[in-house]
């Protein structure tokens, strides 16, 4: 679901930009997006730089779990 939009920061440029806040797997999260500067899919909102950033990681990892997996079933 699309919830607006809102400023998002990315952790790997720190590149600060708006985009659609899209609900993460019907969560209270909104789902990473790619960075404009750099194309990282490393960001999330830049209210949720504290504590939650822990989950942001863990969100991360899984989706470059995901993305290195289809990358190889390609090949």
């Given at each position: 679901?699309?919830?607006?939009?809102?400023?998002?920061?990315?952790?790997?440029?720190?590149?600060?930009?708006?985009?659609?806040?899209?609900?993460?797997?019907?969560?209270?999260?909104?789902?990473?997006?790619?960075?404009?500067?750099?194309?990282?899919?490393?960001?999330?909102?830049?209210?949720?730089?504290?504590?939650?950033?822990?989950?942001?990681?863990?969100?991360?990892?899984?989706?470059d779990r995901d993305r290195m997996e289809e990358e190889a079933?390609?090949?």
């Amino acid at each position: 679901m699309i919830r607006g939009k809102r400023r998002f920061v990315c952790d790997d440029c720190g590149h600060k930009f708006k985009g659609l806040d899209i609900e993460l797997l019907a969560t209270v999260y909104s789902q990473p997006l790619r960075c404009p500067n750099c194309g990282s899919y490393h960001t999330c909102p830049d209210s949720f730089l504290g504590t939650n950033k822990i989950l942001y990681r863990k969100i991360w990892k899984m989706m470059d779990r995901d993305r290195m997996e289809e990358e190889a079933s390609k090949e």
